[in-house]
């Protein structure tokens, strides 16, 4: 019985944060499962994203699940240099401008990025309502990649334990004048990658790396 109840509150949860995310005209590409059916496969094939009008190019993006392993791993072109991209990511004054999608906004309490600094967040919904997460920075090689531990917080960076907790390794990969960003996020047990999954994750993130793509220009 204490089980469900735990599982009930983290899918509320995530309904809450992620559900409305497939109203907002992000676009649902497939999902690629690796598991023990498709075993055989463990390259996954780049997808075109849906771009902005006002996109020149197509950029690459590819959102892959391997349930053997509990991971997620998201790899997304960027049409910027690496050191650019970089900042975007690990700077609060670019982060709180992109990192939530919209209609979603994201909002910075504190960051300390270096080794065992911490990132503390929100993500503040059209009404007002605030989510808050927190990152702790576990190891950094600058402009190159980081990796951390995220989690759900109250606003003072308390841990609640009821929700999922995941790793995240970010690595940042310059070719030519365009960036290709990889994020491999882990999870302890199934059930809380498929959570995430079915609550919106996928589109969330995607539709946040939109932003992006529409702020780069104007850095």
Same mark, same amino acid.
């Given at each position: ?54 996109? +020149?190019? &197509?950029?690459?993006?590819? *959102? @892959? ?9 998201? =790899?997304?072109?960027? #049409? ?58 576990? +190891?950094? &090689?600058?402009?190159?990649? *980081? @990796? ?9 960076? =308390?841990?609640?334990? #009821? ?57």
């Amino acid at each position: 019985m204490g089980s469900r109840s735990k599982s009930e509150k983290m899918f509320n949860f995530l309904d809450t944060l992620f559900g409305s995310f497939n109203l907002l005209g992000a676009p649902i590409e497939s999902i690629h499962f690796l598991d023990e059916c498709d075993a055989e496969s463990t390259e996954s094939e780049l997808i075109t994203s849906k771009k902005t009008e006002d996109m +020149k190019s &197509n950029l690459a993006v590819d *959102f @892959s699940v391997d349930k053997d392993n509990r991971t997620i791993t998201i =790899k997304r072109e960027f #049409e910027a240099e690496r050191a650019l991209v970089w900042d975007a990511y690990t700077k609060t004054e670019i982060l709180d401008q992109w990192w939530a999608p919209k209609p979603w906004k994201a909002k910075t309490k504190s960051m300390d990025f270096r080794d065992g600094g911490k990132w503390l967040y929100a993500m503040v919904g059209p009404n007002g309502e605030e989510h808050w997460s927190i990152v702790d920075y576990t +190891k950094i &090689n600058a402009k190159q990649s *980081f @990796s951390g531990l995220d989690a759900f917080t109250d606003e003072n960076g =308390k841990i609640n334990k #009821e929700m999922p907790r995941s790793s995240w390794e970010v690595s940042f990969d310059e070719q030519g004048d365009h960036t290709f960003v990889q994020i491999i996020v882990s999870y302890d047990d199934l059930a809380q990658l498929e959570a995430t999954i079915e609550m919106g994750f996928k589109e969330g993130l995607l539709s946040a790396m939109e932003n992006l793509d529409e702020l780069l220009p104007k850095l």
